[in-house]
């Protein structure tokens, strides 16, 4: 018979768990990767406030870089539970590395000096500000062609 595990989500956690779906508990201490950096988006009348949830994380462990056009919010960090009883044995020992990262298209008219970064209870708020995209303006480039 399945019983639940009470560290789990859902009794068939074990059950359903294949080399397609690794199990949670390898994934960061039970998080799911699909909720790393969840972000909100709002649209204000001067720009865009992006949220992004960045739980366990330490301002020191984020980066945002503007690149091409493209804003891209890194993140990652390393943490060690050491546990050891009176005399010394380890009871436990648990170590986990991970990162992630996110990108999104602002535009290549927007500069990194206009964008606005806080970082607070591990919520990342940005401020991009709306430009209107330049017309590109079409040149004839003719070939000269020789007879």
Do not use: W
């Not at 080399?19 to 998080?31: E, K, T």
């Amino acid at each position: 018979m399945l019983m639940p595990d009470i560290f789990k989500e859902n009794l068939f956690d074990d059950f359903f768990n294949d080399f397609a779906r690794p199990s949670r508990a390898l994934m960061g201490y039970s998080a799911p990767a699909n909720h790393m950096m969840r972000t909100d988006i709002k649209e204000t009348a001067t720009g865009y406030e992006l949220d992004i949830d960045l739980p366990g994380y330490d301002k020191k462990d984020v980066q945002a870089e503007l690149k091409d056009g493209y804003l891209t919010v890194s993140a990652a960090t390393r943490k060690n539970s050491d546990s050891k009883d009176e005399n010394g044995k380890y009871i436990r020992r648990e170590r986990y590395y991970g990162s992630c990262s996110r990108s999104f298209y602002i535009g290549e008219n927007i500069t990194r000096d206009e964008i606005k970064a806080k970082f607070e209870n591990g919520i990342l708020k940005l401020s991009v500000p709306k430009k209107e995209a330049k017309p590109a303006v079409e040149t004839n480039q003719y070939i000269a062609i020789e007879g």
